[in-house]
Every structure is written in structure tokens, then in C-alpha cells.
């Protein structure tokens, strides 16, 4: 998802979760499960080995995963709202 500071981005990320945990969606996502990464936490020490750390988790769970980084702007460093169009 990519849009504005405020647009709904995480929100809609969340409404997707919501969705896919009921139990008569019979979508094309049915059964997978949304990840959440944070970019804060991109932004450690060690960005690669965190990263692969969570993709690994991920990985582990049952059934398909859907894997989101929030706010990953923030995380390839582009701080400044307005310098940056991702869309």
C-alpha cells in the first residue's frame, strides 16, 4: 500500500487482517495470515539480519503469509514526507 502520511495505510492493513480472519472468507487470501513489520525496527543495528530474522518467522507459520513493512519510507530513509512520492 502506498499513499500519504494519514491516508489509512496501516488502517486498510488491519481491515485485511480482520477480513482474512473470518471465518467465511473463501477469498484467494484464505487462511493467510498479515505480518506487520514495523520499520523502526528496520532501521537497528543489523537491518539484514532482523529482516531475515522476521521473514524467517514469517516463514514458519502455517498456511500463506502476507508480509508488510509499515511506514518503509521511514526504513530506506527517505524521513521527509515531502521529498518522497511512494506510489
Same mark, same amino acid.
Given at each position: %500500500?502506498? @499513499?500519504? *502520511?494519514?491516508?489509512?495505510r496501516? +488502517?486498510i492493513l488491519?481491515?485485511? +487482517? #480482520?477480513r482474512l +480472519? &473470518?471465518?467465511?472468507y473463501r477469498?484467494?487470501?484464505?487462511?493467510? &495470515?498479515?505480518? !506487520?513489520?514495523l520499520? *523502526? !525496527? %528496520? /532501521? &537497528?543495528?543489523? *537491518?539484514?539480519? /532482523?529482516?531475515? &530474522? /522476521? %521473514? *524467517? #518467522?514469517a516463514a514458519s507459520? #502455517? @498456511?500463506?503469509v502476507?508480509?508488510?513493512v509499515?511506514?518503509?519510507e521511514?526504513? %530506506?530513509?527517505?524521513? +521527509?514526507? #515531502? !521529498? /518522497?512520492?511512494?506510489?
Open positions: %500500500l502506498s @499513499g500519504p *502520511e494519514g491516508s489509512g496501516t +488502517a488491519h481491515a485485511l +487482517a #480482520d +480472519a &473470518q471465518p467465511g477469498g484467494p487470501l484464505a487462511g493467510a &495470515q498479515v505480518v !506487520r513489520i520499520a *523502526e !525496527r %528496520l /532501521i &537497528q543495528a543489523d *537491518e539484514v539480519l /532482523i529482516l531475515r &530474522q /522476521i %521473514l *524467517e #518467522d507459520l #502455517d @498456511g500463506p502476507v508480509v508488510a509499515d511506514d518503509l521511514v526504513a %530506506l530513509g527517505f524521513g +521527509a514526507k #515531502d !521529498r /518522497i512520492n511512494v506510489g
